[in-house]
């Protein structure tokens, strides 16, 4: 079984997903941390990023900026655009091997896909059902994004902003989890789903 999990930045799906890791034994696939993996130094999709943006988004190093990255395409639709279709060839093909890495290890594995543009990259093709997670606080929502990325309010704002409505991703989920702080809340939730799924 293969659950999608996807919701804008800052909505909380990385506490949902510490909570099927750590209590439900699900195997989590982040597709962020995994799209950072493959635009190191030395992979395709770097390069292929570089023939997007030019030499100007790369360190010294001849690794990726991600700062100067972050900074054209939360500016820029068109650019986003590209970028996203960029990501999602290359992330398709990497989601694949990983499943197909826990699969050979245990065919009865849960897996769920940690993506925030689960649907914009067509993953709920490969996904047995999605959750959606939202936060209905916008002010704490915002926060979150602060204290994790280390940006300021007005680029948060922009951030969520360029994201889809909340409407966006519970329409096309299945289940809805609404996270606004109550970890307790949060917990009952999940358990109801996985129940449910049963």
Same mark, same amino acid.
Not at 35 to 51: F, H, P, S
Not at 141 to 155: A, F, P, S, V, Y
Not at 158 to 182: C, H, P, W
């Given at each position: ?32 941390? $995994? ?10 999709? +770097? /390069? %292929? @990023? ?6 100007? =988004? ?52 849960? $897996? ?10 067509? +993953? /709920? %093709? @490969? ?6 997670? =939202? ?64």
């Amino acid at each position: 079984m293969i659950i999608g999990i996807t919701g804008s930045s800052g909505a909380g799906k990385s506490t949902v997903c510490e909570i099927l890791e750590n209590e439900y034994h699900i195997k989590v696939l982040n597709a962020d941390k $995994i799209t950072k993996q493959l635009a190191q130094k030395g992979n395709r999709y +770097l /390069e %292929d @990023i570089v023939l997007l943006f030019g030499q100007e =988004i790369l360190q010294e190093d001849g690794e990726l900026d991600r700062p100067k990255l972050a900074s054209i395409i939360y500016y820029n639709n068109e650019k986003r655009e590209k970028l996203n279709q960029c990501t999602f060839k290359h992330i398709h093909i990497a989601l694949q091997e990983e499943i197909q890495k826990i699969y050979n290890k245990d065919r009865n594995a849960v $897996i769920a896909i940690d993506a925030p543009l689960l649907f914009e990259a067509k +993953l /709920e %093709d @490969i996904c047995d059902f999605v959750i959606a997670v =939202i936060a209905k606080n916008k002010e704490l929502q915002i926060e979150r994004i602060i204290q994790r990325d280390g940006i300021t309010r007005e680029q948060a704002s922009r951030r969520l902003q360029a994201q889809m409505s909340d409407e966006f991703y519970t329409s096309k989920s299945k289940y809805t989890i609404v996270n606004d702080g109550d970890i307790d809340d949060i917990q009952e939730h999940i358990k109801k789903i996985l129940e449910l799924i049963k």
